[in-house]
């Protein structure tokens, strides 16, 4: 989606036009756009005519009711797997870059050497602490503008677990240790 928008931005951009468009696409193809700062969007509430700006009325939507299910929780859409994986693999590539640094052994070697089992414990236990904020009805939908939120948590895991996949099919097709 986000290619999309930018493939689509360049294309029409005016100062892309002529190096980008006439050597890629056809000037037929792409149509000019041009930009008015003359043209301006008036909206108003249907039931009436009121003159006071809307954004004094604003109240903050009213906050999401966390199921403490474990069903619910764990669903695929629920608040758990994303979070739960994220943690893992956070802590995951971490100890596998760690152990690589201090030992040279790649992390296939790692986990034949009974890094298995330490990752079944080390999983039980960051699903079980994930878990008790959920059970008491606590979410993540806590939002925050410092810089430590839910938000950067779930991108930092979501980055750890593609770090994870890449050191893995790096150090496999290399036939060994990444470092």
């Known amino acids: 989606?986000?290619?999309?928008?930018?493939?689509q931005s360049v294309i029409a951009s005016p100062l892309s036009r002529t190096r980008f468009t006439?050597?890629?696409?056809?000037?037929?193809?792409?149509?000019?756009?041009?930009?008015?700062s003359k043209m301006q969007v008036k909206c108003k509430a249907e039931g009436g005519d009121r003159d006071e700006s809307p954004l004094s009325e604003l109240t903050p939507p009213p906050s999401k009711k966390i199921s403490s299910r474990p069903e619910d929780v764990l669903?695929?859409?629920g608040p758990g797997p994303?979070?739960?994986?994220?943690?893992?693999?956070?802590?995951?590539f971490v100890s596998a870059i760690a152990v690589e640094i201090f030992t040279g052994q790649d992390l296939f070697t790692q986990i034949a050497n009974?890094?298995?089992?330490?990752?079944?414990?080390?999983?039980?236990?960051?699903?079980?602490?994930?878990?008790i904020?959920?059970?008491?009805?606590?979410?993540?939908?806590?939002?925050?503008?410092?810089?430590?939120?839910?938000?950067?948590?779930?991108?930092n895991g979501r980055a750890a677990m593609v770090g994870l996949v890449?050191?893995?099919i790096t150090e496999f097709i290399k036939g060994g240790a990444l470092l």
């Open 1 to 7: 989606m986000a290619t999309s928008v930018l493939g």
């Open 22 to 36: 006439s050597s890629v696409f056809p000037s037929k193809y792409v149509l000019p756009l041009h930009r008015s």
């Open 75 to 77: 669903s695929f859409t």
């Open 82 to 92: 994303e979070r739960i994986n994220g943690r893992l693999a956070m802590v995951g």
């Open 114 to 131: 009974g890094g298995y089992m330490w990752f079944v414990r080390t999983s039980i236990l960051f699903v079980v602490a994930s878990l």
């Open 133 to 155: 904020p959920f059970s008491q009805g606590v979410g993540p939908g806590a939002k925050s503008d410092s810089f430590w939120n839910p938000d950067a948590e779930v991108w």
């Open 166 to 168: 890449a050191l893995a």
